[in-house]
């Protein structure tokens, strides 16, 4: 297990940038759940200091979220109406937070966390991609030096009012920042650009007496205080009040969680412990809910930009959240001097790097069922909301994967007996291999279709390939259907072995993966087809010609 200091230096900076970055976030999120932007600033330091502590995320940041805050604001107003009596509102509003955290330690115990693997690539390259417009398109008001509409739609729909305040300076800051940011790498690769682009911008923005009503404004300080005394007027008839909102909390903020821990393990090519997550999540907003602080999830923008500016590990979540803390006893006068634009420019760079290029690169090669997933969770991210897109494209995915795998089974009925009997006895031809090659091979016979619900099996095969192996062979004549998760994850697999300088070879590769492979590149351009094999006899004779003299 890596140490939490393992990789200091980026950390730092990750945790550091990434804290800045939460800042204006937190404080918005706050002020639009309605109780205040003290307790949107209390949920990014409370959230987000135990869920990196417990949490099985290492590289992950969280805080107050979207989707969750607007939640919260509608439950808030929802009893705000019903006129209960304050105290009572901010008691059921506190008891809802923390049922919120004891439900995800529930589902983390109960090992919900699992069924995250069974989310398709189409689903995830949608939702990413979605993501990445929605941070651009939210960051051009600002980049004009304008308060941006919420929501995609109202961006556009009032895109044509931007060019009556246009604010030069500001949109000077946000271009210069996305250079300094794409062009610091060829100065220097151990501080990141995203912190050297915020303290130059910012100190320009200074020095040009930038309009202060531009930057990030009022910022609270002080020491966050424990609300017990809301505690002593809660009763059996707010505790079954909060019961259903905390459920819809702790579910919509799982989901939202884990989705950023999948896209938190594509850039950093790890693999996260998906209910261990659940339980630092729940734990973290167990904490902020006692301080009055609203709860939060894995937060995919925050996550970004503390992974693009060097963080890998718990401890760049935990100097986040010291970061947010150290902003309330006294930095605030500092930080509110960061322009809006500076921000912009940093989110529009994150934005950019969350678009999934290659999933869309290759849209008119793939399936045309995982392409027509793609664009749709793409499009209900942008222009509906999130988790909704993840449900419908997930419905649709597993619906429609049931129809090929229906397909196949019906095709499989229509076999010729007599052809299926001429054909070798499986894994026998293997006795072909001379046993002094045989040391040097391992061999990975796939039983079935290659989808998205078994890559992660697939994936695991090869962290057990023994280090000394030379050639690596993957049968394939069960492998009757493959689509774009299982495709990606052979590419992934294939570039992995060959870094490691180990030679691959396929065998009887069928039709449909065969024509997905060659449709998309991957054979010739990584897999050459002189290393793709019809039989596994021919597959045999290649490799006692290229190990004859050893034996």
């Known amino acids: 297990m890596k140490s939490m200091f393992s990789n200091l230096r980026g950390d730092v900076f990750g945790g550091l940038t990434a804290g800045i970055v939460a800042l204006p976030l937190a404080l918005a999120f706050g002020v639009q759940s309605g109780l205040g932007a003290e307790a949107g600033l209390y949920g990014a330091i409370f959230v987000g200091f135990f869920a990196s502590l417990f949490g099985g995320t290492p590289s992950q940041i969280s805080g107050p979220t979207g989707p969750i805050t607007l939640v919260v604001a509608s439950v808030f107003a929802t009893y705000l109406s019903a006129d209960i009596g304050l105290d009572k509102l901010m008691a059921l509003m506190l008891l809802i937070f923390i049922f919120t955290g004891l439900f995800q330690i529930l589902f983390g115990i109960i090992r919900l ?16 991609s979605g993501i990445g417009i929605i941070i651009i398109l939210l960051q051009i008001f600002p980049l004009t030096g304008q308060t ?16 009556d305040n246009i604010n030069l300076q500001s949109i000077a800051l946000a271009a210069g920042t996305i250079v300094i940011i794409y062009s610091w790498p060829l100065v220097s690769k151990k501080i990141p ?28 300080e002080g020491m966050p205080t424990l609300k017990i005394s809301n505690f002593s007027i809660i009763d059996i008839n707010l505790i079954l009040l909060a019961v259903i909102p905390a459920l819809t909390l702790a579910g919509l903020g799982s989901i939202d969680t884990l989705l950023t821990s999948v896209v938190a393990d594509n850039l950093t090519n790890t693999k996260h412990n998906s209910n261990k997550e659940l339980i630092g999540q729940g734990i973290g907003n167990i904490v902020a809910g006692f301080f009055g602080g609203i709860p939060g999830a894995g937060a ?24 947010l803390l150290l902003m309330l006893l006294g930095l605030g006068t500092y930080v509110k001097l960061i322009p809006n634009a500076v921000l912009a420019g940093i989110l529009i760079t994150v934005g950019i790097g969350i678009i999934d290029k290659r ?22 991210t942008v222009f509906v909301d999130l988790l909704q ?41 293997e ?121």
């Not at 997930?394 to 095709?411: N, P």
């Open 113 to 128: 966390g699992k069924y995250i693997k069974y989310i398709p690539y189409p689903v995830l390259s949608g939702f990413m």
């Open 300 to 323: 995919t923008m925050r996550t970004l930009v503390n992974v693009k500016s060097g963080g890998r590990e718990k401890l760049s979540g935990l100097i986040h959240s010291l970061v």
């Open 431 to 551: 006795k072909d291999i001379h046993p002094d090659i045989y040391k040097k091979v391992h061999i990975l016979r796939l039983d079935g279709p290659l989808f998205f619900g078994v890559v992660n099996r697939f994936r695991d095969q090869f962290s057990m390939v023994p280090p000394d192996v030379e050639v690596m062979i993957i049968r394939m004549r069960k492998v009757a259907f493959i689509d774009q998760s299982g495709l990606y994850a052979i590419e992934d697999a294939v570039r992995t072995l060959k870094s490691n300088n180990v030679k691959v070879l396929f065998t009887m590769i069928q039709e449909q993966p065969l024509y997905m492979m060659k449709r998309v590149r991957m054979i010739p351009a990584l897999i050459e087809e002189e290393f793709v094999f019809d039989s596994f006899s021919e597959c045999a004779e290649f490799l006692r010609d290229k190990f004859e003299k050893a034996v």
């Open 389 to 429: 897109a993840v449900a419908i494209g997930m419905v649709i995915a597993s619906v429609l994967f049931m129809k090929r795998a229906g397909d196949l089974v019906e095709e499989s009925v229509d076999i010729n007996p007599v052809s299926a009997g001429d054909r070798e006895l499986p894994w026998d031809d």
């Open 148 to 163: 941006s509409p919420s929501g995609t739609m109202a961006i556009i729909t009032e895109f044509p009012t931007i060019f």
């Open 359 to 380: 999933g869309l690169r290759d849209i008119l090669k793939i399936p045309k069922a995982d392409a027509v997933v793609l664009m749709l969770v793409l499009l209900l």
């Open 193 to 220: 650009g995203t912190l050297i682009a915020l303290l130059l911008m910012t100190i320009i923005s200074v020095y040009l007496n930038y309009d202060s009503a531009l930057t990030i404004s009022t910022i609270p």
